[in-house]
């Protein structure tokens, strides 16, 4: 276990006894047929504690240094990164359908790097979907746009 992960280790440890404290002291556990407002937290508090020290009991020992990234492999995410911003920026510009048929066309197209085919059929069949799921069954007000 490398220095950063005890130090985290200790953090989330600190967090989880205070959340549990909280919980318990502040909120009131309540009963198990009536749980009170501090049952969740309290529950929450004590799987993150048990989550921490089985962290440090079964942690392995530090491997050799091993790269987070190899050369070329930060472009992904770095591109998927700028089609979700792009996305949200566009969706109150150009409207729901419009953003979201550009946000799989360049999501195909950049990320998964699929054929033109696919990425057609994926691009209107999950924009059709995703507006007939979010409109007509959910009933969520979508930004109008150049289509809808």
Known sequence: MTRYEKFSAVVFSII?????????????LGTIEEPGPGFFPALCGAGILVLCLLWVVTAPKPAAHVPFWNEGEWLAPLLAVVCITAYTALMEVIGYVSSTFLFLVAWQIFIVREKWVRIGIIAVTGTAVMYLL??????????????L
């Open 16 to 28: 989880a006894i205070f959340v549990l404290y909280y919980g318990v002291f502040v909120l009131k």
């Open 134 to 147: 979010f409109s007509s069954l959910l009933g969520v007000p979508l930004p109008d746009g150049l289509l």
